[in-house]
């Protein structure tokens, strides 16, 4: 008898979906952009790279492996200038919104260059940092991704 009315309320919410289906459809709740986990994550990165005088140690410490350096930073460029290729050309000038159903090698190549550019990012600054590089870089990220969401 349970598992009848079960079915029974299942029925009648899917047919109360089914006639208000345009409604619905436009009643999508938006999230707000600022929220606690933006700010947490924006205000984490910026005690981070005050904390740990991450701008100067890049620039001026003898332990960092330039090469592992000079390869994240070829990498990351490489990352940016997709997504602009993307956002800039692809959306605004033609007018394409989804971009990875006509180039679906993008989304791919920026991943697995992204990918690349952390693991060589991590490479370069472990003798500087040692296990904490990891953490410090992913907090950084983490406050760049949720800065960018708000600007977005």
């Known amino acids: ?17 089914q006639s208000s289906g345009a409604d619905a459809a436009e009643e999508v709740k938006t999230s ?12 984490s990165a910026a005690a981070v790279t005050y904390y740990v005088d991450f701008i100067s140690v890049l620039l001026n410490h003898g332990d960092i492996h330039s090469w592992w350096l000079g390869v994240s930073v070829l990498l990351l460029a490489v990352c940016v200038s997709l997504a602009l290729f993307c956002i800039v050309y692809l959306e605004w ?35 500087v940092w040692s296990f904490f590089t990891p953490l410090i870089l992913f907090t950084q990220f983490m406050g760049l ?8």
């Open 145 to 152: 991704v949720m800065l960018i969401s708000l600007l977005g």
């Open 93 to 127: 000038f033609r007018g394409i919104r989804h971009y990875d159903q006509e180039y679906p090698a993008v989304p791919a190549l920026t991943t697995a260059a992204f990918i690349a550019a952390s693991c060589s990012l991590n490479i370069a600054l472990w003798p």
């Open 32 to 43: 707000a952009r600022i929220n606690r986990h933006s700010v947490f994550w924006i205000v």
């Open 1 to 17: 008898m349970n598992l009848r009315r079960r079915f029974k309320t299942n029925e009648q919410e899917e047919e109360r979906e």
